[in-house]
């Protein structure tokens, strides 16, 4: 049974920066791709970062440049830095990761950013 954590949420100030990290526990089978979504009140939830296991990189165009995914060599943990936060970045951030045939997701941690 898959179990995925997220931490670092909370709340900031614009310009500020928080530090969210997925700990993937429960998996025995080689992950191919993490990343991150948000969902804002009233909107889809959207891809905001992932990383596939061969290196490669999707950042969503709002966080280009401000944001930064990484991971560990599994992916079994992974972070999400955000930098320069602004308040249009408020959302539930969820974790999610694939492997060969199904996916997971965390339960989400509200970021929160003020003016």
């Known amino acids: 049974q898959a179990h995925l954590v997220e931490s670092g949420g909370g709340l900031a100030q614009a310009g500020g920066a928080l530090l969210l990290t997925c700990t993937v526990s429960g998996l025995s089978v080689k992950l191919r791709e993490a990343g991150w979504y948000r969902q804002a009140p009233g909107k889809q939830r959207e891809l905001v970062a992932r990383?596939?296991?061969?290196?490669?990189?999707t950042y969503e165009d709002s966080v280009k440049g401000r944001f930064t995914i990484s991971a560990d060599m599994s992916l079994s943990t992974t972070y999400l830095r955000m930098n320069n936060l602004k308040p249009e970045d408020t959302a539930v951030y969820f974790c999610?990761?694939?492997?060969?045939?199904?996916?997971?997701w965390g339960q989400g941690t509200q970021v929160t950013v003020s003016l």
């Open positions: 990383l596939t296991s061969g290196g490669s990189t």
């Open positions: 999610n990761v694939k492997e060969r045939i199904s996916e997971y």
